[in-house]
């Protein structure tokens, strides 16, 4: 008796809990489907979004629902339904809305009624962004990527995406993500990944972004877009940067909703377009259709749409975001692409209890497993369609991963990618792959291996990195080796070394590296004269600025990262160093003012340096407090952090340890950071100061050196001198300070002059200076324009030696292009 009613309490349970579903069309008035609209129980949790052909689905269990079908731009409807089957069915038509002026009178000359509304809106804001500073919710995410056009060829090279698919229309990238996100006061949120899918990358975790585009604040920062950020609608200032038209009212449920047309002021300003619908005297956002244009100062994108919806829970007295839907598009270089990022969100907690520590330094969590998730699963949980394009993306690309793991498919692929190319031979170097052994091998080009100097005459440098991971799972832990052989022409030397690194570690990153050989160094190690640029100023204006010895040497260097930011670093050099003289006076044009000057570096050193010996150690430690990360299975990614990085270093120079004749200890601690002051720009610092504890022999490859310029092309901005001769400064003082400032005005002022703006080109400037013991100084002070073309920098500096001008020089710099060492 006890089993059986044990039996029937479980059969009336099932029956009393069995779940229905619920699906539908949502169309408008002439039967086209409405894609993205949002479909919710009245005052409930659950709710879903339409796909692009309309058509919704809802799992619920059965009992009497109220559901609410809303698309941005249509009346609101309501229908009520009894769920009693497995399925049912209810369609939805909604009316576009109709907006009346009819109780507004606009006189002539007088202000539009728009802008008193904006006025409460901003009053409110304050308000209404903390009323949304705690809660938590499912939300589902699916982003798209697709080409609309894109060229045969790109930089000589045959694009081929590798899919069997000759057509220009395709999706490039498709990824689903269930997440329950958990948010607690401004900056303070976590997300965690419950499940991810990537199409046809069964590894790969998919992106989300869950995060809602809240216009609440006074600026919205879209990462990448824009560093200065976006000025909201409804922020403090916004009525200094738009101007509003009202397009009349409508009532939903007893509410009345003012629609608002949001106009810049200006061009070139970093605002929003589109319509705001807010509340009556509430003054809520209802919901918005915005975008940002090009001439919005916006970064990478040509134009990018936002949708959000926000509809009440459970009472009137607050609202949440129901779906957010963004919609990016970008043309460039013959590639027209166009994509999508569909996020609902569903079961609000506006009351969660969260415990001690749950919000940390993992700011997104993927759950193990997550991309593990059976197909059946997907289908099961999916709260937004699939569209046909996106089934057969899946299809086709699940079953492409599969051949790819084919060790003969790889090996036929391997075959079409490892083909030589004259771009790759002569500019910009070749890759070859055996995707089976997860290796790759890259090798420089001729422009790479090519330089010119005084000493070597021509120097061919032919060199190559190859690398393996280790593991299929992209973890981060591989090995790399990279072999240089070197020869110059006019002295006949033959110099070569091997470089490698081992990379392990999941949740704190490590690494061992070695180098080792006999090679050409130049007396500032960290050789910030570029080989390539140093060949043609001594070939084309017979200025050999580039000093260099040989060495035999050998290299070790473990670093570790013992906690969130804190990293230690140890390691061991030795160096036999000797000196090499010019052997060639041979250039392009002859300059009778001028002369090659010998291989010495500046004034330090008046004749050859002596050979000797140099051991050292080095043990340094840096931290960032306050990083963020994403949290994999089995890495840690770093996402940075808003405090600064500080960092010390001790170098000790071991006299007769393997003959070592070198005896010193210096040491340098410093901090650097970057400022993003939104719409005042962005301010980057980097200071140091350090000296020598000791200074018993130390030879100057082992000086303190500051990394000069005197070449048309800029050195690294935040620890580089744009004009300051090599080894000028160079010392062993007890005490020595460095420093550099940048500031990035990203648009602001240059936005304001007519014409000038619509470059997009924006002002920046910086101050670099150089304090010694015994009050010797240097300056420098730069202003210059940056973002022309999208990547290219020229600046004036103007250097002061001890406080006196001492000239004005150009330089120019070129995203993306690094004319520094090729060591």
């Known amino acids: 008796m006890q089993k059986f009613l044990l039996v029937l309490l479980m059969l009336l349970q099932q029956g009393l809990l069995r779940a229905g579903t619920i699906s539908g069309y949502v169309r408008d008035e002439n039967g086209k489907p409405l894609p993205y609209a949002s479909i919710y129980i009245k005052n409930g949790k659950e709710g879903t979004t339409s796909g692009v052909n309309g058509f919704y689905q809802l799992n619920l269990p ?49 202000e539009d009624p728009a802008y008193e509304i904006i006025r409460n809106a901003i009053k409110k804001r304050k308000e209404y962004l ?12 699916k982003e798209q990527l697709q080409l609309r056009d894109f060229p045969n060829r790109f930089l000589g090279q045959r694009v081929d995406f590798e899919d069997g698919d000759t057509s220009k229309r395709k999706i490039l990238y498709l990824s689903e993500t269930v997440s329950n996100y958990s948010v607690k006061g401004p900056g303070l949120d976590k997300l965690e990944v419950v499940s991810t899918r990537v199409s046809g990358n069964s590894n790969s975790f998919g992106l989300s972004l869950p995060r809602i585009i809240n216009f609440y604040q006074n600026s919205i920062v ?166 046909p394009e996106e089934l057969l993306d899946y299809r086709k690309k699940d079953s492409l991963e599969l051949a790819r793991k084919d060790p003969r498919y790889l090996d036929s692929l391997d075959r079409i990618r490892n083909k030589l190319s004259i771009m790759g031979l002569l500019l910009t170097g070749e890759s070859f792959s055996i995707q089976k052994k997860r290796v790759t091998i890259n090798v420089n080009s001729l422009l790479q291996s090519v330089s010119y100097n005084t000493v070597e005459g021509l120097a061919l440098a032919v060199s190559g990195v190859w690398n393996k991971r280790l593991d299929s799972l992209n973890s981060g832990k591989s090995i790399s080796l990279k072999p240089t052989i070197r020869y110059g022409f006019s002295n006949g030397h033959l110099n070569a070394r091997l470089q490698g690194t081992y990379n392990f570690g999941t949740s704190n990153a490590s690494s061992l590296s070695f180098s080792g050989g006999k090679y050409v160094f130049q007396f500032n190690n960290e050789a910030p004269v570029g080989p390539l640029v140093n060949s043609f100023a001594t070939l084309w204006r017979e200025l050999n600025y580039m000093k260099i010895y040989e060495a035999w040497y050998g290299k070790l260097q473990y670093r570790k990262e013992l906690n969130n930011g804190f990293v230690i670093t140890g390691g061991l050099n030795y160096q036999d160093r000797w000196s090499v003289n010019n052997t060639t006076d041979y250039k392009w044009r002859d300059l009778k003012a001028r002369e090659f000057s010998p291989n010495l570096p500046g004034a330090l050193l008046a004749a050859p340096m002596e050979a000797h010996k140099a051991f050292s150690t080095e043990l340094a430690i840096s931290w960032k407090p306050g990083l963020r990360y994403v949290e994999f299975p089995d890495r840690k990614l770093n996402l940075g952090s808003k405090y600064p990085s500080m960092s010390l270093a001790l170098t000790k120079g071991w006299k007769g340890i393997f003959g070592s004749d070198v005896d010193y200890l210096k040491w340098e601690s410093g901090i650097r950071d970057e400022l993003n002051l939104k719409i005042g720009g962005l301010f980057q610092y980097n200071v140091s100061v350090g000296g020598f504890l000791q200074r018993n022999a130390v030879q100057v490859p082992d000086l303190k050196h500051f990394n000069g310029n005197q070449l048309l092309f800029a050195n690294p901005y935040m620890s580089s001198f744009q004009a300051l001769p090599y080894y000028a400064y160079s010392t062993n003082s007890r005490l020595w300070m460095e420093g550099h400032v940048e500031h990035h005005l990203n648009g602001l002022l240059t936005n304001k002059i007519p014409g000038f703006r619509q470059l997009n080109w924006f002002l920046v400037g910086g101050v670099n200076a150089i304090w010694l013991d015994g009050n010797r100084h240097y300056g420098e002070v730069l202003i210059g324009l940056e973002n022309i073309l999208k990547i290219m920098r020229v600046d004036l500096v103007m250097r002061f030696d001890q406080g006196r001008f001492s000239g004005t020089y150009g330089r120019l710099s070129i995203r993306g292009f690094s004319f520094g060492s090729n060591d």
């Open 62 to 110: 059965n009992g009497n629902y109220t559901l609410v079908a809303q698309h941005v731009g249509y009346t609101k409807l309501e229908r009520s339904i009894e769920l009693s089957s497995a399925s049912s069915q209810l369609d939805f038509t909604l009316q576009l809305q109709q907006a009346t002026l009819s109780e507004v009178v606009v006189k002539p000359g007088a």
């Open 130 to 141: 903390e009323e949304m500073s705690g809660f938590q919710c499912k939300v589902y995410t």
């Open 222 to 387: 879209v990462q990448g877009l824009n560093q200065r950020g976006f000025i909201s609608p409804i922020a403090s200032n916004a009525l200094h940067y738009y101007r509003y038209k009202y397009e009349g009212s409508f009532w939903e449920e007893g509410k009345e909703i003012n629609r608002i047309k949001v106009i810049p002021k200006r061009k070139f300003e970093p605002v929003f377009s589109g319509t705001i619908l807010i509340t009556e005297n509430d003054w809520r956002i209802h919901s918005l259709q915005l975008q940002l244009l090009k001439e919005s100062q916006m970064e990478i994108l040509d134009t990018l749409k936002i949708e959000q919806l926000y509809a009440p829970f459970e009472n009137d007295q607050q609202w949440v975001i129901r779906k957010q839907v963004l919609y990016p598009t970008i043309k460039r270089f013959g590639f027209d692409a166009i994509g999508s990022s569909v996020t609902v969100y569903s079961d609000f907690n506006l009351e969660p209890g969260f415990a001690p520590k749950f919000f940390n330094n993992i700011v997104m969590k993927y759950n193990e497993g997550s991309n593990r998730k059976s197909v059946e699963y997907w289908d099961s949980i999916r709260p937004l369609p699939l569209q």
